[in-house]
């Protein structure tokens, strides 16, 4: 999904177009050096999906952290932290929050 500040530059741009503005003025416009500055910064590199793992942690009522793990599908993390949610809401109110994280290795060590 493109970046909002760049969907707001190209509305700025077709505004500028619908005005009526000649091309040559709006080519020496501010307008024109934001876009090109926008255009010379790096493309930000999107998660591959192989890269992106779930979480799910449990908090009791005092928002303390009773239980938590991770899976690589969304489903058995549901299924792990639904199944810890029933056991502990014995003890009381608790809540289970599910989370998506992209991983970035950051260190690999081999020993051998």
């Known amino acids: 999904m493109p970046d909002p500040d760049y969907k707001a530059l190209c509305a700025e741009l077709i505004d500028a177009l619908d005005s009526g503005i000649p091309a040559g003025r709006i080519r020496m416009s501010p307008l024109v050096d934001r876009a090109r500055a926008m255009l010379a910064e790096p493309v930000p590199v999107e998660p591959v999906w192989a890269d992106i793992h779930y979480v799910w942690e449990l908090e009791d009522a005092d928002g303390e952290w009773q239980a938590g793990g991770s899976a ?39 020993n051998g």
Do not use: A, F
């Not at 489903?75 to 109110?93: A, H, M």
């Open 72 to 110: 690589n599908s969304l489903g058995d993390v549901q299924r792990e932290g639904n199944r810890y949610l029933q056991t502990y809401s014995q003890d009381g109110p608790h809540k289970l929050i599910i989370q998506r994280h992209c991983v970035n290795t950051i260190e690999e060590v081999t």
